[in-house]
T-cell receptor, first 113, second 112 residues
């Protein structure tokens, strides 16, 4: 299985809602990533988990809360988002040796009203 | 400073024509280099990668890229473009264990 899956595909939420994005991989990768991508821009790194521990937080606002329950799952909890947080949220995974090619999921299109 | 430059924001080619997308990088060490493709509203798909060894690397979908250290370039090529190749293409440098430095992307349009 060489796939990263993400659910849901689309999400619309109000600024007072709480929602979660889910990412799953079964490639045995021990690094998992969250990216945010705005239209016509490259992805921007948000968080990196290595061996289920948070390794990198790129100064992301606390209204985004990541969680890595196990080596295959990555969640992104959303609360009190702003309209400018509307974007495509991408999950990725990679090995931790022999190069760091990242495998991306299809993304969740988030719209904040 | 570490950076990746994709000089062409948009490129339009006719179906069946050859394609070259440019990528220049600035990185202190020997780079890990990647090309990704992204169709609208989709995730990024890895086309090919360069870590070391042969400077001409073959990828999926008939793409290849050549690493030229002297020019700090990693250009992507395809001899004959198909309409389904229309997409956004990102060049990236692996900057450490986890981080990528992405170029700004090149949007490819294919004319029938």
């Amino acid at each position: 299985d060489t796939e990263v899956t993400q659910t849901p595909k689309h999400l619309v939420m109000g600024m007072t809602n709480k929602k979660s994005l889910k990412c799953e991989q079964h490639m045995g990768h021990r690094a998992m990533y969250w990216y945010k991508q705005k239209a016509k821009k490259p992805p921007e790194l948000m968080f990196v988990y290595s061996y289920e521990k948070l390794s990198i937080n790129e100064s992301v606002p606390s209204r985004f809360s990541p969680e890595c329950p196990n080596s295959s799952l990555l969640n992104l909890h959303l609360h009190a988002l702003q309209p400018e947080d509307s974007a495509l949220y991408l999950c990725a995974s990679s090995r931790l040796a022999g190069g760091n090619e990242q495998f991306f999921g299809p993304g969740t299109r988030l719209t904040v009203l | 400073a570490q950076s990746v430059t994709q000089p062409d924001i948009h490129i339009t080619v006719s179906e069946g024509a050859s394609l070259e997308l440019r990528c220049n990088y600035s990185y202190g060490a020997t780079p890990y280099l990647f090309w990704y493709v992204q169709s609208p509203g989709q995730g990024l798909q890895l086309l090919l990668k360069y870590f070391s060894g042969d400077t001409l690397v073959q990828g999926i979908k008939g793409f290849e890229a050549e690493f030229k250290r002297s020019q700090s370039s990693f250009n992507l090529r395809k001899p004959s473009v198909h309409w389904s190749d229309a997409a956004e293409y990102f060049c990236a440098v692996g900057a450490g264990t986890y981080k990528y430095i992405f170029g700004t992307g090149t949007r490819l349009k294919v004319l029938a």
